[in-house]
């Protein structure tokens, strides 16, 4: 009990240092970083200065304390600045009270700090803490282990066997608790100046108000914005108080404090403003109310884009866009002209030729709702309600105020392009372009742009997919078979004596009998990944997606036999009928590497093989030249 008693002192002095580190790390923060680590070393040396004033003695001139948990700490969070200076001032205090340094006080104090700082160089290597902070720890516990086993015989106190688990332990989670209170707030720290980058070095105009509507952070961009040349000149003031246009503050002020008092947020808007320089500003702003964790709202956050020259462009855009738009319709385009209340100005025949069924509606003095609703009743456009309701007409007037072209499919198969123009005295021009012959023209190059991607993939003789299409479907083919893990396999099948049946019937015949064979062939895949290509001269090659090697034997059997029941005449073939050899490779579904050479190669030596053992045959490769063969 004593021993605790004692001991209270010190828990104190690491419970204060628990207690006010948040207001020594924020006044640390705004110093250099040599500054900061000597700061932090010299704070942790003197609380283990305090710690041994305050020292329990265990009699014997044996004392015990917590200086080597501040000294450990100082070194894993300080470096080897801050540990030589915690451990020069808990030195300097040792020799200040007096006496020889017992049993190598000194030197623990040193290794204690050493030991903090091997924690420090471990957690800059790994970019982790908690590792080095549970070691450090745990070398501190040790360390005083040792320092306690180390006392002679005749100075142990009596009980010395209850006391040191008690003070390793002590030891132990003084230490932790010391290090996770630092890395919190060292990472708590870093968090907040990652923020602060980010919002200072922003382009945009970005900054932080309290409830009164005073200025708490704000980037360079709003100081120069008010006429200041720093941030911090504006900080605690208001708008009115900053700027010196009052009428535009009071407007910005009210805005804001109706945001904050409603809690309700403003993104996107359009805001001109006056800046100190008298140049006037249009700011794409966003406002969002800052809540307290118990739902108050304590603040405003907010970002204003500068966006007077982007909206300038596109307004010269938009113009000329207008203007090319309005000439291009008086030469060949339908055009009409409705005034401010809606009615019919003019319009030219191209305008009514557009709308052949409703052209009787189009006439001068009718309002544009009705010439809407002839054009519903009459069918005349597709995407038109029979019966359009009031608000689906003025949906429509909208889309036009938004100067945005609309394509229109009619009736009759034609479509046009219809967009208006708002003059300044809020008069609509609407133009109307017969867009069929383009349609009808893009359509034509899609489809011969598709006739062209199926004439290129093919080969011309067979029908089926050519040696270049073939290679790429087949690299596509071994990768998704690859991610899903299934097997793919390939038959590589080549015409027995094929040059031959040239010899004997000529090339034309020869070409009638790759016919034959094709249209064999065309049958043989079953999903949708299986694929037939001519891989050359009187060779073909099937791709046979989600088949292991046994299916694709049979797959290959299959084939054999009904190229042989085609029974095409081949004298100079020993079977006296066209038949052919097939090669079969597969990858199995464990396989992870699938290379489209080394299938290829294998599916090879399986066929030569097949040729080797008297052809008419299907060998599947099994690893080698000496291939088994399946069938014949």
Not at 286 to 298: A, C, H, Q, T, Y
Not at 377 to 397: K, R
């Amino acid at each position: 009990m004593w021993f605790w008693q004692a001991l209270i002192v010190n828990l104190a002095i690491a419970a204060i240092f628990i207690g006010g580190w948040q207001y020594v790390g924020n006044w640390l923060d705004h110093r250099s970083m040599p500054v900061r680590k000597v700061s932090f070393g010299a704070i942790l040396g003197a609380l283990a200065s305090v710690a041994m004033i305050f020292a329990v003695e265990l009699g014997n001139g044996i004392f015990f304390d917590l200086r080597l948990s501040f000294l450990a700490v100082s070194g894993l969070f300080g470096g080897p600045l801050a540990a030589g200076t915690s451990v020069m001032l808990a030195v300097l205090t040792r020799v200040a009270l007096g006496g020889p340094a017992p049993l190598g006080a000194d030197g623990l104090m040193l290794v204690a700090g050493l030991l903090g700082v091997a924690g420090n160089y471990m957690a800059r290597k790994t970019l982790r803490t908690v590792p080095p902070i549970i070691a450090v720890s745990i070398a501190s516990a040790l360390l005083v282990w040792v320092s306690f086993s180390l006392i002679p015989a005749d100075k142990h106190h009596a009980d010395i066997g209850i006391i040191l688990p008690q003070a390793v332990g002590t030891i132990l989670m003084t230490t932790l608790a010391l290090s996770f209170v630092v890395r919190n707030r060292l990472q708590s720290s870093d968090e907040r100046r990652l923020l602060l980058a980010a919002l200072l070095q922003s382009p945009d105009y970005q900054f932080v108000k309290d409830r009164l509507g005073r200025f708490v952070l704000a980037n360079s961009n709003v100081a120069q914005f008010f006429g200041s040349t720093s941030a911090s000149d504006i900080l605690g003031k208001t708008n009115t108080e900053a700027s010196a246009y009052h009428d535009q503050a009071m407007r910005l002020h009210e805005n804001e404090q109706y945001l904050m008092r409603t809690g309700t947020s403003m993104e996107g808007m359009e805001e001109t403003l006056v800046g100190s320089n008298g140049e006037t500003k249009l700011f794409s702003s966003s406002k969002i109310p800052v809540f307290s964790s118990d739902g108050r709202v304590i603040g405003l956050a907010a970002t204003a884009r500068d966006v007077t020259e982007q909206r300038k462009f596109e307004a010269e855009i938009e113009h000329n866009r207008s203007i090319l738009d309005y000439a291009l319709s008086e030469m060949s385009d339908g055009l009409a002209m409705f005034d401010e209340n809606g009615l019919l100005i003019l319009c030219n025949e191209q305008f009514r030729s557009c709308f052949p069924r409703t052209a009787h509606a189009i006439a001068a003095g009718v309002h544009y709702r009705d010439i809407f609703r002839s054009l519903a009743a009459s069918g005349e456009e597709l995407n038109v309600p029979a019966e359009p309701s009031d608000d689906w007409i003025e949906e429509f007037v909208t889309s036009l105020q938004q100067d945005r072209a609309r394509e229109i499919p009619l009736g009759n198969g034609h479509w046009l392009r219809m967009k208006a123009r708002w003059t300044a005295e809020n008069k609509a021009i609407v133009t109307v372009s017969d867009l069929t012959e383009m349609k009808m023209a893009n359509q034509a190059l899609l489809t011969l742009t598709d006739q062209l991607k199926a004439l290129a993939a093919t080969d011309g003789l067979t029908g089926l997919m050519n040696r270049r299409e073939f290679d790429a479907s087949f690299e596509a083919e071994l990768r998704r078979s690859e991610r899903s893990k299934h097997p793919v396999s390939l038959l590589l099948i080549d015409i027995d004596h094929f040059k031959s049946f040239n010899d004997l019937y000529g090339h034309l015949a020869g070409d009638d009998c790759l016919r034959a064979i094709s249209s064999c062939l065309k049958q043989t895949p079953r999903r949708p990944g299986d694929l037939a290509a001519r891989f050359g001269g009187e060779e073909f090659v099937i791709i046979l997606s989600d088949t292991d090697a046994p299916s694709a034997m049979k797959v290959a059997e299959d084939l054999r036999r009904r190229l042989v029941d085609l029974s095409l005449i081949h004298e100079g073939n020993e079977e006296g009928i066209v038949t052919a050899s097939i090669g079969v490779a597969t990858y199995a579904a464990e396989a992870e590497r699938r290379k489209a050479e080394v299938l290829l190669q294998r599916a090879d030596e399986a066929l030569y093989q097949a040729k080797d053992s008297g052809r008419n045959r299907a060998i599947a490769w099994s690893g080698s030249r000496e291939s088994e063969r399946a069938t014949g």
